[in-house]
């Protein structure tokens, strides 16, 4: 197979680099991928965190398979598919009490800058306006959206957009810091 890699532009990817030496992963099973060239690489990642169940977990495809045959997408707007309630119902049954509303997202990153809109919406649903600021940790990972890099503590994410991140969000000192943690040894700077 020939595959253009130019026009797929890589997140979190020294792109120049990897196109020049492209891993290229074609198949997954358990807890294990297996490269176009041949090699099996255990995934001790597990996909990112998301094929936690392993790699094309039986149940799993068996449930994919079904729902496409049954209904492929239908929007939320004004119309609903029963199993976003199940799904909604379901989480609430394992959460903490009082956590009892479930919101849908398609990723991390639009799940942080919800999040953060529906505190805001909160507060201004109760007429404290005023409270807008929002407080981060150094070092934390809350995704790639303005909201979740604002928050985030990643200097190295926010460099080209530092004008246009969100207004007085404060950083809480990140806890690992070796000069304080008397008893820490040998750890890497
Ligand atoms: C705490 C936290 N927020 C946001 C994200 C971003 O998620 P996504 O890559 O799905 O946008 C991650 C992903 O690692 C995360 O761990």
Same mark, same amino acid.
């Given at each position: ?9 890589m997140p979190f990817t020294h792109n120049r680099m990897f196109k020049k030496s ?28 998301? @094929?936690? *169940?392993?790699?094309?977990?039986? !149940? +799993?495809?068996? &449930? ?5 045959? =049954?209904?492929?997408? /239908? ?33 991390? @990153?639009? *799940?942080?800058?919800?999040?953060? !809109? +529906?505190?805001? &919406? ?5 007429? =404290?306006?005023?409270? /807008? ?57």
């Amino acid at each position: 197979m020939s595959l253009e890699l130019e026009p797929f532009w890589m997140p979190f990817t020294h792109n120049r680099m990897f196109k020049k030496s492209p891993r290229l992963i074609e198949r997954g099973e358990g807890m294990h991928y297996q490269t176009s060239d041949g090699h099996r690489v255990l995934d001790a990642i597990s996909g990112l965190w998301c @094929s936690n *169940a392993g790699h094309r977990h039986p !149940k +799993i495809v068996q &449930a994919v398979k079904d729902q496409l045959d =049954e209904l492929d997408f /239908t929007a939320p707007f004004q119309s609903g598919h029963p199993k976003a309630f199940m799904l909604a119902e379901a989480i609430k049954k394992i959460s903490p009490a009082g956590l009892n509303h479930v919101f849908l997202t398609s990723s991390g @990153s639009e *799940a942080c800058d919800t999040a953060l !809109k +529906i505190a805001l &919406a909160y507060h201004h649903s109760t007429g =404290e306006v005023q409270r /807008t600021r929002f407080v981060g940790h150094e070092k934390g990972y809350h995704g790639v959206g303005f909201g979740g890099i604002s928050v985030g503590g990643i200097d190295a994410n926010k460099k080209a957009f530092k004008a246009s991140l969100l207004p007085g969000t404060l950083h809480l000192p990140h806890t690992h810091n070796l000069s304080k943690m008397a008893f820490s040894k040998g750890q890497p700077v």
